[in-house]
């Protein structure tokens, strides 16, 4: 079992449709990333947290370190936003990020 | 500007070949990786420099070979490839205060995709 688990693997939904994707994750962590992939390919950062949230334009993060659970929340969403978006951990004492398997979103004009 | 640039962006050789993949970051970051994105799109750490030493040495064969000149630079040579070593290799940098455990925001490049024939 992966030590960090997304849902859902796949999601499709209208423009406009206000967005949520989980990451759910099995060891104490010091930080969460959530990533971005652009259908070309390129990998972007969107947030590192620690606690409790970030907001970036349309884009929120919340992070609830006890139950060791992340969501990635897109409002309004757009066509523009289709792109597979990443969880990634970093434990406790160890220096390398884990990634989840990915969230693959499509918006449908 | 390009914060975290790779060339060649595609790679296409033949099994046994060697190869280079350079890597390059104009941040000022100490800390470099990279990592695999296998065909189901995971992706993996291969190895870390921070100021030019290896920090993270994941289990990789050894034909894989990553070098750092500076610490605006880590490169990752590839002896004898593999139909296995297909993949698409992405190198990020960051600024790592280890000593503190502050972790700051990965930044990618645009990925090399690796065809071995």
């Known amino acids: 079992k992966n030590e960090v688990e997304q849902s859902p693997q796949n999601l499709t939904a209208q423009e406009g449709e206000f967005i949520t994707i989980n990451c759910s994750y099995s060891?104490?962590?010091?930080?969460l990333h959530w990533l971005q992939q652009h259908p070309g390919g390129g990998i972007v950062s969107l947030f590192m947290?620690?606690?409790g949230k970030k907001k970036h334009g349309r884009l929120i993060a919340t992070i609830n370190i006890q139950e060791k659970h992340s969501s990635l929340h897109i409002t309004a969403s757009h066509p523009r936003d289709s792109a597979v978006y990443i969880c990634?951990?970093?434990?406790?004492?160890?220096?390398?990020?884990?990634f989840g398997t990915g969230t693959r979103l499509t918006i449908i004009p | 500007d390009t914060a975290v640039s790779q060339t060649p962006k595609y790679l296409v050789t033949q099994m046994g070949n060697d190869k280079s993949i350079k890597c390059e970051q104009n941040?000022?970051?100490?800390?470099m990786y990279w990592y695999k994105q296998d065909s189901k799109k995971f992706l993996k750490i291969m190895f870390s420099?921070?100021?030019?030493?290896?920090?993270i040495n994941e289990t990789v064969p050894n034909r894989f070979s990553p070098k750092s000149p500076d610490k605006a630079h880590l490169n990752l040579h590839i002896n004898s490839l593999e139909l296995g070593d297909s993949a698409v290799y992405f190198c990020?940098?960051?600024?790592?205060?280890?000593?503190?455990?502050?972790?700051?925001?990965?930044?990618f490049g645009p990925g090399t995709r690796l065809l071995v024939l």
């Open positions: 990020a940098s960051s600024q790592v205060n280890l000593a503190g455990g502050f972790q700051e925001t990965q930044y």
């Open positions: 060891v104490g962590i010091s930080a």
């Open positions: 947290l620690s606690s």
């Open positions: 990634a951990v970093k434990p406790f004492g160890n220096e390398k990020l884990t």
């Open positions: 941040l000022g970051h100490d800390t």
């Open positions: 420099y921070n100021n030019k030493e290896l920090i």
